[in-house]
């Protein structure tokens, strides 16, 4: 079956720096990957996704970058604010969603 | 719209006792889920429910049961509760037929079994 493996598990950066969050999937046949946003107490919330038909995607401050021969993608986020501080997971998808183990970003002011 | 409600939010159990855990979504999707959070491992999938009817397997299904009991409402039943169970768990739910799609999750519940 899939696996997702997720790096850094931990990222600290200053307000204003850019982070970027890396994951490797394992089933070459995945063909959607999300990236979600869990802030404390609450459940994840979908921020960015991509399939598999498509090397990149950026929303605002947000972007994620697919390398389908290399089986990895990334998330980008730039100018980051203290709001951004929050556990990200990465997943991917052929008709059943596999997690990362997830990256909590710290974002100091 | 509410969204995705599960409850309760929090619960204690002692080893071998049972409860059901409860999900209702009002934005009509078809697809329902349920996972399990542990730290360091992220979310895996329990049990799925594709359309109003049918339910099946996911990562990690062992002594669990659920009830698809209509489109709206997905509950999760642990019929004798082991400390491995200890977890917080969240229902999610998607517009279309499968998990390729926007997931929305509810709050979760955290449970601990003793």
């Known amino acids: 079956g899939e696996n997702v493996e997720q790096h850094p598990s931990t990222l600290s950066v200053q307000e204003g720096d850019s982070a970027v969050i890396k994951c490797t999937y394992s089933?070459?046949?995945?063909?959607?990957f999300p990236w979600y946003k869990q802030e404390l107490g609450k459940g994840p919330q979908l921020i960015i996704d991509?399939?598999?038909?498509?090397g990149e995607k950026k929303d605002q401050r947000i972007a994620v970058t697919l390398n389908k021969t290399a089986k990895h993608f990334s998330l980008h986020i730039t100018e980051t604010q203290p709001e951004d501080s929050a556990v990200y997971f990465c997943?991917?998808?052929?008709?059943?969603?596999?997690f990362g183990a997830g990256t909590i970003l710290r974002v100091k002011s | 719209n509410a969204g995705v409600t599960q409850t309760p939010k929090f619960q204690v159990l002692k080893t071998g006792q049972s409860m059901t855990l409860q999900c209702a979504q009002d934005?009509?999707?078809?697809?329902m889920y349920w996972y399990r959070q542990d730290p360091g491992m992220g979310l895996r999938l329990i049990y799925y429910?594709?359309?109003?009817?049918?339910?099946d397997k996911g990562e990690v299904p062992n002594g669990y049961n659920v009830s698809r009991l209509n489109k709206r409402e997905f509950s999760l039943r642990l019929e004798s509760a082991a400390p491995s169970q200890t977890s917080v768990y969240f229902c999610?739910?998607?517009?279309?037929?499968?998990?390729?799609?926007?997931?929305?999750f509810g709050p979760g519940t955290r449970l601990t079994v003793l």
């Open positions: 999610a739910s998607t517009r279309g037929d499968g998990p390729d799609n926007e997931q929305f």
């Open positions: 089933d070459s046949a995945s063909n959607y």
């Open positions: 991509i399939r598999s038909n498509v």
């Open positions: 997943a991917a998808s052929r008709n059943k969603l596999v």
């Open positions: 934005m009509n999707h078809n697809s």
């Open positions: 429910s594709a359309s109003e009817g049918t339910t």
